[in-house]
């Protein structure tokens, strides 16, 4: 499955795995693939830390990290800083909000934060003022190689100061109109994200999307995300036109990630129908399990979900839960998933994931091969 | 992309068409593919003589007939005839939908039909008790060799029945569990259609549905169904292990179809992101071109859609008027297409589709083949 761009990045296998787990970039690296940090939930200084673990550990292979700068967001065209930010949204987060996510949780028996609003009201790395720190600090790393935008285009000075450094820049996208304005700003990778995939996604699915995407940006090359958890799915995106895979669910499910037993086996029994495109947690759609809290924000005559940043000022309480209490909060917790969630069954060792995955390519690529044998 | 199933049917490529117009099924057939006629629109009688038609025209080819028994349905453990079952639903029709439906039309300039109750609340095949007259009228067809139902597992009696008259059933699905039930129950062959499809479909996307459905039934063929619109498509099915294709957004597209050149221009002009999922004209979830009609029937306050079959009761009405008046109907006809819409620009000849898809299949496992080779 060797394409150009493992090439462009040294690498061996165009697998990239998002993960918010730095054991699993580096697990990811020395399998052949190329693992990205998601930096979002890390303050610049927390990042600092992950990075040089990273660096000490993964020996002389690349990694990337992922930010998020949305193209639209609550307080995007103030100079704020991001402490002074954070303090303005605090305030436009409207209490009706923060009592029905606390309702919601005391309604499953979740001990209820009771700590000020600065510790509760997180703003994160969701806007470009808490986001650019995070780039500051990530192009100190040399082997940190690849900058993601994972909401949008990232903006134009930041690209420059990316390519200035000597790194790469990829975005996601929904559509071949998202695809364009990311291949006109000069991004090096385009990811194109299928519907199906976990956390923000379009409507698009993926069998449509990524060869639209290809046609719209080439010769630019194309990452196919969205449904990939296995190698017969990594053949089709190549078939597709796409030189490699971005895969997230299936990192969720790896010995080495972080993730408790107790949502790894909300995983494993979940179906591919069991997750939704919620606005519950984020502000924006994104796709994650189905549960009380997706439900909750979706009922009729309940507080409906706010702008991105300012619902995660609401959703963090019951991510910080989760965090503190994980056998309570199964019902209410942040489950980000693809419907590819359904292949889930076990959790396995990274390097295991990574050997099959290139194993059933070969089979797929060889069973197209017989037929095409067969026909003559 | 010659698959087993091909020797099975007699056909030399794996792509199966579905379509309402006999000129297609036969232009299909004549270019090496299945063509597969949408029956719930006919009486037995239009149906006998659009397969008479047929039969004169398409040599020895063999095709097929698609019928539409759901699992569910107003009206389902009546033991009525057709004409019975009819009267009994019209009369579950509520007034107020009625109206709401004429007003919608009339609000858009179309001249509402004042006919009387029983010519505009059309029942069609929807049902068991009207499909099964298809059912007998296509088994006297012996070039007819497979039926297929689009919403649900056959009926027991009807599979016996169509196998002991030597014919194929397949069925469509949207999940593996419903693919378990089909393959329990007796069905042929397998169309898993993921959610990017025109017409009734799920919420999975293809790209996650396909190998599942595959794992669950094998060794049952399985067709990949939602998002197919090239020959890279095809070939991302059959990596997946799907053995070929079933299309319909593309011979809506093509010059042998009936569809008007206004529905035409709406389908060439959509993008990917222009297509719903709407209850609006069947009852159940179906995809289609968002328009007027479709925004109408999810707006809060207004009438919700009724179930399958009364919901159609209501917006035959509209698709009446949309042969009628073509010119004026766009915003509110029925226009049933999947998200491959965004790549169909143009209206082709059939023969010269199914060209195309066979080098884009070809082309695309070449260059697989070329990567793999690359690689070594």
């Known amino acids: 499955m060797r394409t150009p761009v493992c090439d462009e990045l040294g690498i061996e296998f165009p697998i ?67 402490d002074e930010l954070a303090e303005m949204l605090r305030k436009m987060v409207p ?10 949780l005391a309604d499953h028996g979740v001990p209820v934060d009771e700590s000020t609003d600065e510790d509760t009201l997180q703003l994160l790395g969701w806007t470009e ?48 109109y998202q695809a364009r304005k990311h291949a006109d700003a000069g991004v090096d990778i385009i990811i194109a994200q299928g519907g199906e995939g976990g956390g923000h996604c379009g409507e698009v699915g993926s069998i449509v999307l990524w060869p639209q995407v290809v046609k719209e940006v080439a010769p630019v090359p194309v990452l196919a995300a969205g449904g990939i958890g296995s190698g017969q799915q990594i053949a089709a995106a190549l078939a597709l036109g796409c030189q490699g895979a971005w895969t997230g669910s299936q990192w969720l499910m790896v010995e080495e990630a972080e993730n408790t037993a107790v949502q790894q086996k909300a995983y494993a029994d ?65 489950n980000p998933v693809g ?30 091969d017989e037929l095409n044998a067969a026909a003559l």
Chains 1, 2 share one sequence.
């Open 16 to 82: 990239f795995a998002f993960t918010h787990c730095r054991d699993v970039v580096v697990a990811v690296a020395k399998a052949g693939g190329f693992g990205v940090l998601g930096a979002v939930g890390f303050t610049p200084e927390q990042l600092e830390i992950e990075l040089s673990w990273i660096d000490e550990n993964i020996g002389d292979r690349p990694y990337g990290v992922d930010i998020v700068i949305p193209n639209k967001y609550e307080g995007m065209d103030s100079e704020m800083s991001g």
């Open 129 to 176: 003022a808490t986001a650019t720190p995070q780039v500051e600090v990530a192009l100190q790393h040399p082997k940190m190689t690849l900058i993601a935008n994972a909401l949008g285009t990232p903006p134009a000075d930041m690209i420059e100061h990316i390519h200035a450094a000597g790194r790469k820049v990829a975005a996601l996208c929904g559509s071949p």
């Open 339 to 368: 419907q590819v969630v359904g292949q889930l069954t076990k959790v396995e060792k990274t390097a295991t994931v990574v050997e099959r995955w290139v194993e059933e390519y070969v089979e797929a690529t060889t069973r197209l």
């Open 270 to 334: 979940a179906t591919s129908r069991d997750t939704v495109r919620s606005r519950s947690f984020t502000g924006k759609p994104c796709r994650m399990l189905k549960n009380d809290w997706t439900e909750a924000w979706q009922t009729p005559g309940n507080p409906e979900p706010l702008g991105m940043p300012l619902q995660y000022m609401v959703s963090g309480m019951a991510v910080k839960a989760t965090h503190k209490y994980p056998d309570q909060t199964v019902d209410v917790a942040f």
């Open 95 to 104: 209490r009706e909000h923060l009592e029905f996510g606390r309702k919601i």
